[in-house]
């Protein structure tokens, strides 16, 4: 089979290939050069309070239930504290579409800056992986040479101890997403029980564990550029207002070395006209998805600003002001002025709005205690020795608050009839369902043949807090 090659000699040929895939559909392995500068120090301050937040999350308990839990298989979530049940689903969808729609805003705005600041994905291996391979192998250009030299004893233990501190540092991330999904009370019983009990868990960790190992060890980058769907939208999101991590190119073009100028023959010597752009490619080498900015937005930029440092330290030592690649949009760089307000802008952000206010008011508005009575499934209405007619019900309480709520039903309508309870249900815990069971029983002249229509009432300390309208069975199999 032949391999058709795109055009590689077009101005846009590098919209033909993907930096980190050889012509033949090999792997490049991007070697970038250790960032610095004024925007990876601010990186690392909010990465290291993400991970902060990130690492201790799970341990924070607001009145007794995790800070923070996603617990699909029981299906109970916590956000900041607040716990949501099966019940308030509506207000997941909603929360969900209110996510997206945000999304679509923030993005259509400020470009890609919660790939290069916020997303797990980035300060994982920009942090943590990446710094830990910097301090074994040095900067790019080492590591390459590195690579790139024959293998030794003292080479192998060292490539051997990285992978080690690389799988352990998975293993640990693992432990902690676990933790976000079963909670931390869980994870540590799998942890320090005999691992014969917890073979599901114990077999869970190791999955996240080899997959978070050849994310950060292997797949890198490639997470960014061809799996992440979030990457994959941009070209629909981004326009030419949109701000991004961009080089000037009316500043910085026709780009050229740095011409060293002899004073003897300067006065009668012509210069070519140049930009600032001086060629280095630092901005290139810097890279971690190997693409140079200065063709433009593209795809695989994660908007990581090491290019913005590494260009800025070049334009101080040659003595030109700061800022040939910087936050800004394609519009403010060709017209000089910034408009970010567009026709798309104001349509999101209608949604936006109304999406969201909408969230808020079922948020608010939603009830903190639910209650569902009904007749136990499968059950017929009994007749007593004294003629009076008794139904089995099921009755079940979610109780949202963080305090326990005394519970106390009472029948409504019609006005004759026993309410019996089956076992305690005087009173629900905070923050849980109580599933009980109750016999209603009539007497024969209350009920004027065929079924009824009953009303229950909940009440807590003398307050209604659900009435619940329900069938009252008559016909009996005796
Ligand atoms: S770092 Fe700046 S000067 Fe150097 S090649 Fe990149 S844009 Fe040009
Ligand atoms: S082009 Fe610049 S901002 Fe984009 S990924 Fe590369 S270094 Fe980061």
Redesign the pocket.
Known sequence: MSIIKAPTDTPDSFRNKVSSIGAEGARNWIYAKKPSGKFYNARTVVSVLLLAFLFGAPFIKVNGHPFMLFNIIERKFVFFGMVFFPQDFYLVVLGLLTALVSIFLFTAIFGRLWC?WLCPQTVFLEMLFRKIEFLFEGDGRQQRQYNEAPMTPGKFIKKVLKQAIFFALSFFIANMFLSYIIGIDELKKIVTDPPAQHLVGLFAILIFSFLFYGVFAWFREQACIIVCPYGRYQSALVDANTIA?SYDFKRGEPRGKLVKIDPKRSATETLPSRGDCVDCKQ?VD????G???RNGI?L?????????D?CDAVMTKIKKPKGL?RYTSLNAIREGKFKWLSPRILGYAGVWIAITSLFLFFFLTRPMTEVLILRQPGSLAQKQANGEIVNFYLLQIVNKQAYDVPIELKLIAPDKGQITMVGEMASVPRIAEKTGRFFLSMPKDALAGGDVNVKFGVYSQGKLLKEVDTKFLTTTLN
């Open positions: 290069g991590v901005c810097v890279c971690p998805t693409i140079d900015i593209q695989e930029c994660v908007n990581c600003t090491a290019c913005i590494a690649i």
